[in-house]
């Protein structure tokens, strides 16, 4: 049957390799970003941040890359396993308003 | 509780009807989100409260939608006179003003028949 989320854009990786999941944002003035991940059935789930006065965090086994020329976000994975498999959301923050991006699916191949 | 909790888990109800939907922030949470999340879709912003704050209403979809957060904690989301394009998830997420991460809760599925 048909499965959900099929109009999201879809990362399909082999287990154990790296993944990388991009975003354009479209705030020049948002000075916070976050990641977030999304199972089937939950709400989103905090996995990385970073603020505007940097263009690389590392945390355990992702990596967020920041290029505020380009408005540009990714979010990297290392050696991704199975239970990476989501939806992963970008987030930025400019005063107030957290906005959300559109999603990318990651589907993990074992 | 620990994390953000929201009630009901699951709702149906018919077109017309109004629903209420609830949520329990993180415990000295100064900001409240509610978001609402279509199938397979990204987060549409509707709402934001902060503290003692008039509330950012920018993201409600029709006049149909409101939302009050009493005492600066629970928050309530009404949904007047429902329509089938209401059935989403409605999500809520709290944050301390000083640190801008949010948190989630589990969101609550509204199913409009």
């Known amino acids: 049957g048909e499965s959900v989320g099929l109009h999201l854009p879809t990362l399909s990786v082999q287990e154990g390799d790296n993944s990388i999941i991009n975003c354009a944002y479209s705030?020049?003035?948002?000075?916070?970003f976050i990641w977030y991940k999304q199972e089937s059935g939950k709400g989103p789930q905090f996995i990385i941040d970073?603020?505007?006065?940097?263009d690389k965090r590392q945390g355990q086994r992702v990596t967020v890359l920041l290029n505020k020329t380009v408005k540009h976000l990714s979010l990297q994975i290392a050696a991704t396993q199975p239970g990476d498999s989501a939806v992963y959301f970008c987030?930025?923050?400019?005063?107030?308003?957290?906005?959300f991006g559109g999603g990318t699916r990651l589907m993990v191949k074992p | 509780g620990a994390g953000v909790s929201q009630s009901p888990s699951n709702k149906v109800t018919e077109k017309g009807k109004d629903v209420e939907l609830r949520c329990d922030p993180i415990?000295?949470?100064?900001?409240l989100y509610w978001y609402r999340q279509s199938l397979g879709q990204g987060l549409e912003f509707l709402i934001y409260?902060?503290?003692?704050?008039?509330?950012?209403k920018s993201g409600l979809p029709s006049d149909r939608f409101s939302a009050e957060r009493t005492g600066g904690s629970v928050s309530t989301l009404t949904i007047q006179r429902t329509q089938q394009e209401d059935s989403a998830v409605y999500l809520c997420?709290?944050?301390?003003?000083?640190?801008?991460?949010?948190?989630f809760g589990q969101g609550t599925r509204l199913t409009v028949v």
């Open positions: 997420a709290s944050s301390l003003m000083q640190v801008t991460e949010a948190f």
């Open positions: 705030n020049s003035a948002s000075d916070y």
């Open positions: 970073i603020r505007s006065n940097m």
């Open positions: 987030a930025e923050k400019g005063g107030n308003m957290l906005t």
């Open positions: 415990s000295g949470h100064t900001a």
């Open positions: 409260f902060q503290g003692n704050s008039a509330p950012d």
